[in-house]
C-alpha cells in the first residue's frame, strides 16, 4: 500500500521517468484571491517537477469543461466543483482513470478514506466503475455556531451527543430563552439551508447506504426513512419555542441575517447551524474563536452511525491524458501540496499527516479535526441530484414544509418532479 508523500524530492523521483518537460493545463472554478492560492500551490510543483503548468478559473466552468471537451480541447487536469458532472463526464468518455494503487493510498491516508474513494469512482464508458478523481480542497457543513460568552453566562455545556444536542434545546427553552436561529431565505435559492439540515439527519439516522440511495433515487423521496429525516429538521424548525421569531420566521428570514441573534443583548439565541463559511455574516469585527465559535453537530449515541460529516470540496481529474497530469495528481498526495494551501487560509483537507501548526489559525485546524476525526463523508445530497431537483422542489418544498406543509406530502411532490425529468 502506498504511503503518503512527503517532500519535493519524492515529486522530482515521481517525474524522473519524463523524457523531459510538459506543458500542462489546469481549468478550475476559482478567480480572485483562491485562485492566488491555487498558482501558488502549482508554482511548487512546476518547481518540483520541471513542468510547466499554467491555470485557467471561470465562474462558469460546468458549461465551458463540457464544451471543451466535445470540441477535444480539454485541458490536461480539471476541477470539479461537483462530482455529479465529472461523473456524466467519465461516462462519457471525457475523463482518464487515475494510476493503479491512488485508490488504496486514498483509503490508507484520508480520514474516512472509503468514502473519498467511493465520492471520485464512477462508471466508465466501458460499463466498469473506475477511480477518475483525487478530492483537494474541501468544505465541511455538519457545524453549530454559538458564542461562548452566551453559553458561560448561562452554563450550558457542548453536547457530544445528538441526545445531549436535544436536551440542550430542551434546556434553553425551559431557562425562558430560545435555542435556535434558522433562515432559510437566499433569493432565488431560498429554501436550501434546510437541504443541509435534512442531508445532515440523515446521514445521522440512517447508514451512508441509505444516503446514496436517496442521492440516486434508488429509493423514493418519500421513503419512510427520508420523510423521518425531514421531520428531525421539522422538530427544531417547526416548533415555535425553539427558534427566534417563532416558526412562522424560518423561511422568511434571510439565511445571512440568521446568524445575528447569536449576537444580540440578551441573545436573540444560542445556536445556529450552518457550514464553515458563515463567519462572513457575522457582525464585523467577529473573532472566530473568542466572539463565536462552533463544534461538530453531533451524532446520535444509540444509532452506532459513527461520526458522519455532511461536505463539499473539489475533485481533481485528468481530461487530456498526459504524464504531466499524472505527476500532478501524485503531487497532490504530498502534504506539500496541502500544507501551502493551508498557510494561506480557506483550505480544509482530509488528509491525515498534514502539520495543523501550519493552518493560518486555530479555528481553521480546529475545523479541520471535525473531518480527521470523520468515519463518513458525504458530499451535498442537492447538489448530486438533478438540478431541477436538487437546486428546485427540493428547495421549494423545504419551504412548503417549514411552513407548515405534510412532510410525506412534500416528499412525495419532489419525487413526482424528479420523475418527471427522468
Not at 483525487?134 to 453549530?144: G, R, T, W
Not at 441573534?261 to 457550514?275: D, E, N, S, V
Request: aromatic share 12%; glycine share 10%.
Amino acid at each position: 500500500m502506498q504511503k503518503t508523500l512527503t517532500s519535493g524530492t519524492a515529486i522530482l523521483a515521481l517525474c524522473a521517468g519524463a523524457a523531459s518537460a510538459e506543458d500542462l493545463t489546469v481549468f478550475g472554478p476559482w478567480l480572485g484571491p483562491d485562485q492566488a492560492m491555487v498558482e501558488e500551490v502549482l508554482a511548487d510543483f512546476a518547481e518540483k517537477s520541471g513542468h510547466n503548468v499554467s491555470y485557467v478559473g471561470s465562474d462558469s466552468f460546468e458549461q465551458q469543461i463540457v464544451v471543451d471537451a466535445e470540441a477535444g480541447s480539454a485541458p490536461n487536469v480539471s476541477v470539479f466543483p461537483q462530482p455529479g458532472l465529472a461523473s456524466d463526464m467519465a461516462k462519457r468518455g471525457f475523463l482518464t482513470p487515475l494510476k493503479d494503487g491512488t485508490a488504496d493510498w486514498i483509503r490508507e491516508n484520508y480520514a474516512a478514506g472509503e468514502s473519498w474513494v467511493d465520492l471520485a469512482t464512477f462508471e466508465g464508458p466501458d460499463g466498469e466503475d473506475h477511480l477518475y478523481g483525487l478530492f483537494y480542497k474541501v468544505d465541511v457543513k455538519s457545524m453549530v455556531w454559538y458564542v461562548p460568552e452566551n453559553f458561560e453566562d448561562a452554563g450550558y455545556e457542548i453536547p457530544e451527543t445528538m441526545e445531549e444536542l436535544k436536551a440542550l434545546t430542551e434546556q434553553i427553552v425551559e431557562d425562558g430563552e430560545t435555542p435556535w436561529c434558522i433562515g432559510l431565505g437566499s433569493g432565488g435559492a431560498t429554501g436550501w439551508p434546510a437541504t443541509d439540515w435534512v442531508e445532515d439527519m440523515m446521514l445521522r439516522t440512517q447508514p451512508p447506504e441509505v444516503y446514496d440511495q436517496w442521492v440516486n433515487n434508488e429509493i423514493p423521496f418519500d421513503d419512510p426513512r427520508v420523510v423521518a429525516a425531514i421531520e428531525e429538521f421539522g422538530a427544531f424548525a417547526r416548533n415555535d419555542d425553539y427558534v427566534a421569531g417563532g416558526a412562522g420566521a424560518v423561511a422568511s428570514t434571510d439565511f445571512r441575517d440568521s446568524p445575528k441573534g447569536l449576537f444580540a443583548a440578551p441573545p436573540q439565541c444560542y445556536m445556529h447551524r450552518q457550514a464553515s463559511f458563515i463567519p462572513a455574516f457575522f457582525p464585523e469585527g467577529t473573532e472566530v474563536g473568542f466572539d463565536a465559535d462552533f463544534f461538530y453537530l453531533p451524532a446520535y449515541e444509540n444509532k452506532d452511525l459513527g461520526q458522519p460529516v455532511l461536505g463539499a470540496g473539489t475533485l481533481w481529474a485528468i481530461t487530456n491524458e498526459s504524464e504531466a497530469a499524472h505527476d500532478l495528481i501524485a503531487y497532490l498526495q504530498t502534504t506539500d501540496a496541502h500544507e501551502i494551501w493551508m498557510a494561506n487560509g480557506g483550505f480544509l483537507t482530509p488528509l491525515q499527516g498534514v502539520d495543523s501548526s501550519k493552518f493560518v489559525d486555530e479555528p481553521t485546524a480546529k475545523m479541520n479535526q471535525i473531518l480527521l476525526d470523520a468515519t463518513t463523508f458525504r458530499f451535498d445530497a442537492s447538489d448530486l441530484m438533478p438540478g431541477g431537483v436538487g437546486a428546485g422542489t427540493f428547495w421549494t418544498g423545504m419551504v412548503d414544509y417549514a411552513g407548515g406543509a405534510d412532510a410525506e406530502k412534500v416528499a412525495s411532490d419532489i419525487q413526482d418532479s424528479w420523475d418527471a425529468i427522468k
